[in-house]
């Protein structure tokens, strides 16, 4: 294995934590926000609890279930993080990556978005550009052999995704 793998794995490794770290700060929000629209429903609607009853899902967010659909759905975005990084240089779609998690499209599409903070393609176009960015800076390759290889059939579409990532078109970067 070579200093890139190593450099590649790593990065990947970055990032699925990240990922994580996300899901995480994202169960802490919504849990919140839970629990502040239904204080603010008892605060409007008066309701009153007699003695002893209890909510019919109380404690529902900490149950063995809950973590356990988290932690699933944790492992399915990892799984499709992995399937994209191993071949973000393909022809990548929405049904592909749906059919690796195991889900429906539009869950996929909103789970992986509320868990990246981006949809798939978005994160496609930077693990590409991630890779081009390698490329350019420790390869002997021209930038249109660097466009194909990471993925993209159009050398404009390319130079104008690089740029409004980075701010430099591939030869600028190159250069600096």
């Not at 903070?117 to 660097?146: C, D, H, W």
Request: include cysteine.
């Amino acid at each position: 294995r070579g200093l890139g793998d190593v450099y590649k794995r790593q990065e990947l490794m970055s990032c699925i934590e990240n990922v994580i770290s996300l899901l995480q700060k994202n169960q802490r929000y919504r849990t919140m926000q839970h629990l502040y629209n239904h204080q603010e429903w008892k605060e409007r609607h008066g309701e009153r609890r007699k003695g002893g009853e209890r909510r019919k899902n109380a404690g529902r967010e900490n149950s063995p279930d809950r973590r356990q659909t988290i932690d699933r759905r944790q492992a399915l975005v990892k799984k499709t993080i992995l399937f994209l990084e191993e071949n973000y240089n393909k022809d990548l779609n929405l049904d592909l990556l749906s059919k690796v998690a195991g889900m429906s499209r539009s869950h996929f599409s909103r789970l992986f978005k509320e868990i990246t903070g981006v949809n798939y393609s978005q994160y496609l176009v930077m693990a590409r550009l991630r890779e081009a960015k390698r490329l350019l800076k420790q390869s002997p390759f021209t930038v249109s052999e660097i466009c194909y290889a990471v993925g993209y059939n159009d050398l404009t579409h390319f130079e104008r995704s690089f740029k409004n990532l980075e701010g430099y078109t591939p030869s600028e970067f190159r250069k600096n």
